[in-house]
């Protein structure tokens, strides 16, 4: 083993948890650690040398022998809901693979320092801007739609800035961390800040987005120049080919980050308001000297949509994802 390796150590008798958790783990983008996994506590000590990040034992193989590979952190995986050794983390084995994985990801952050993975520019990633003064246009359908489109073949990162975001699987409980969150560690801790986006992460289909804020009135609060930095650490990371922004006035610097995209489009609709609301804004635009957002716009009125999936996930069935599919092939 090289010396600079993170190991994460997974040990688990039963083979077939093992398997599907380690393929878990692998098809998680940029994770901190090396994967080497086990299902025989004896092979395990005989293979490993001290020192790996961390060791996950299943508390069925648990043996305190173990601890003398010192590892930085173990963890048992919990079958029992018993703590019944001192000195090591508890995580419920049963949990969802995702869950397992961000409180892994958790209890790592704690001990990362110099093991932190090195970042790597992207300069490939592509910002599609959706935004439109016009409400009720389906913009919010329209920019999940295209994200989980995308995702099939590439890496997609969702993020809201909408006051509400109007859709049920997106409002995170009052307990999870959302937007707010990871702009907190943007500033208070920008040498995790990966670590912390893959623990904030959540999927919707093959998609990746961001809880957004629960609270609209701290979308208000975030200045231009915070967004800006958001933006461009997440591009820094290189983890992601598509970023799908979700925008809306409330958030401050919204003509700046249209500029910062590479494609922008804005739903509206026929009816004499909308017209008006698009020209005000467009108007704007020009005003201020942002005329190169006009150029990369692309104006849409969508058809009749007879019906929305009711599961998100499915969002890439349907008419609207016809019509998407259709769109991406000209831009």
Same mark, same amino acid.
């Given at each position: 083993?090289?010396?600079?390796? #993170?190991?994460?150590? *997974?040990?688990?008798?039963?083979?077939?948890?093992?398997? =599907?958790? +380690?393929? !878990? %783990? $692998?098809?998680?983008?940029?994770?901190?650690?090396?994967?080497?996994?086990?299902?025989?506590?004896?092979?395990?000590?005989?293979?490993?040398?001290?020192?790996?990040?961390?060791?996950?034992?299943?508390?069925?193989?648990?043996?305190?022998?173990?601890?003398?590979?010192?590892?930085?952190?173990?963890?048992?995986?919990?079958?029992?809901?018993?703590?019944?050794?001192?000195?090591?983390?508890?995580?419920?084995?049963?949990?969802?693979?995702?869950?397992?994985?961000?409180?892994?990801?958790?209890?790592?952050?704690?001990?990362?320092?110099?093991?932190?993975?090195?970042?790597?520019?992207?300069?490939?990633?592509?910002?599609?801007?959706?935004?439109?003064?016009?409400?009720?246009?389906?913009? #919010?359908?329209?920019? *999940?739609?295209?994200?989980?489109?995308?995702?099939?073949? =590439?890496? +997609?990162? !969702? %993020? $809201?800035?909408?006051?509400?975001?109007?859709?049920?699987?997106?409002?995170?409980?009052?307990?999870?961390?959302?937007?707010?969150?990871?702009?907190?560690?943007?500033?208070?801790?920008?040498?995790?800040?990966?670590?912390?986006?893959?623990?904030?992460?959540?999927?919707?289909?093959?998609?990746?987005?961001?809880?957004?804020?629960?609270?609209?009135?701290?979308?208000?609060?975030?200045?231009?120049?915070?967004?800006?930095?958001?933006?461009?650490?997440?591009?820094?990371?290189?983890?992601?080919?598509?970023?799908?922004?979700?925008?809306?006035?409330?958030?401050?610097?919204?003509?700046?980050?249209?500029?910062?995209?590479?494609?922008?489009?804005?739903?509206?609709?026929?009816?004499?308001?909308?017209?008006?609301? *698009?020209?005000?804004?467009?108007?704007?635009?020009?005003?201020?000297?942002?005329?190169?957002?006009?150029?990369?716009?692309?104006?849409?009125?969508?058809?009749?949509?007879?019906?929305?999936?009711?599961?998100?996930?499915?969002?890439?069935?349907?008419?609207?994802?016809?019509?998407?599919?259709?769109?991406?092939?000209?831009?």
């Amino acid at each position: 083993m090289k010396e600079e390796e #993170t190991v994460m150590v *997974l040990c688990d008798t039963e083979e077939e948890y093992a398997q =599907h958790m +380690t393929d !878990y %783990l $692998n098809k998680s983008r940029e994770l901190p650690w090396k994967i080497h996994t086990y299902t025989n506590v004896r092979e395990l000590m005989k293979e490993e040398g001290r020192g790996p990040a961390i060791l996950v034992v299943s508390e069925s193989a648990y043996e305190e022998e173990l601890q003398k590979l010192e590892a930085l952190r173990t963890v048992v995986l919990s079958e029992s809901g018993v703590m019944k050794w001192e000195g090591v983390c508890y995580v419920d084995k049963y949990r969802q693979a995702e869950d397992v994985l961000k409180e892994l990801l958790h209890i790592y952050m704690e001990i990362a320092d110099t093991r932190l993975p090195k970042l790597k520019k992207c300069s490939n990633i592509t910002l599609i801007g959706n935004y439109s003064p016009v409400h009720r246009a389906m913009q #919010t359908s329209f920019a *999940l739609t295209m994200g989980q489109i995308l995702a099939k073949e =590439h890496a +997609t990162l !969702y %993020l $809201n800035f909408e006051h509400y975001a109007g859709i049920p699987e997106l409002r995170p409980d009052i307990q999870s961390p959302d937007m707010a969150d990871l702009l907190y560690f943007l500033k208070a801790d920008s040498e995790r800040f990966g670590l912390r986006l893959r623990s904030i992460c959540k999927r919707m289909g093959s998609m990746d987005y961001i809880p957004p804020m629960k609270s609209g009135q701290n979308l208000l609060t975030v200045t231009a120049l915070e967004w800006a930095a958001l933006l461009q650490r997440i591009e820094e990371l290189g983890e992601y080919e598509y970023v799908i922004l979700d925008l809306s006035e409330s958030m401050q610097g919204l003509f700046e980050i249209l500029r910062g995209c590479s494609m922008v489009f804005t739903l509206t609709q026929e009816d004499r308001i909308a017209r008006s609301k *698009l020209l005000q804004y467009e108007q704007l635009l020009a005003l201020y000297e942002y005329e190169d957002v006009l150029e990369k716009t692309r104006r849409l009125r969508l058809p009749q949509i007879q019906r929305l999936p009711e599961n998100m996930e499915q969002l890439t069935r349907g008419d609207l994802a016809a019509l998407i599919r259709e769109l991406l092939k000209e831009v």
